[in-house]
Nanobody, 123 residues
Framework: QVQLAESGGGLVQSGGSLTLSCAASGRTFNTLAMGWYRQAPGKERDFVAAISGTGDTVTYAQAVKGRFTISRDNTKNTVSLQMNSLKPEDTAVYYC????????????????WGKGTLVTISS
């Protein structure tokens, strides 16, 4: 069973940047689609970005397209989310997740979830 641990959350001013990382345990990391999701206070969890096992396919939510970049390092079993031009509405708990298909990741269909890391953007 894969286990995921997010890191890198914190408080950033509007317009700033932050990079989140997710470390995964297990030997099958390069076969897993990985995704980032977020849940703002009082709202449902939303899809942010996903990447295929090989890294060849990436998808983004419209709200973050052009500002966020998802990437992975299969030699280190990590997936990252580089977030630029941050806005107060990006404030949320960000979750890393693993699944079998990068396409359905956009619908939140993932098998394993991390515990989340809080990102707060001040205006």
């Amino acid at each position: 069973q894969v286990q995921l641990a997010e890191s890198g959350g914190g408080l950033v001013q509007s317009g700033g940047s932050l990079t989140l990382s997710c470390a995964a345990s297990g030997r099958t990391f390069n076969t897993l689609a990985m995704g980032w999701y977020r849940q703002a206070p009082g709202k449902e969890r939303d899809f942010v970005a996903a990447i295929s096992g090989t890294g060849d396919t990436v998808t983004y939510a419209q709200a973050v397209k052009g500002r966020f970049t998802i990437s992975r390092d299969n030699t280190k079993n990590t997936v990252s989310l580089q977030m630029n031009s941050l806005k107060p509405e990006d404030t949320a708990v960000y979750y890393c997740a693993a699944g079998s298909d990068v396409i359905v990741a956009g619908f939140g269909i993932m098998d394993v979830w991390g515990k989340g890391t809080l990102v707060t953007i001040s205006s």
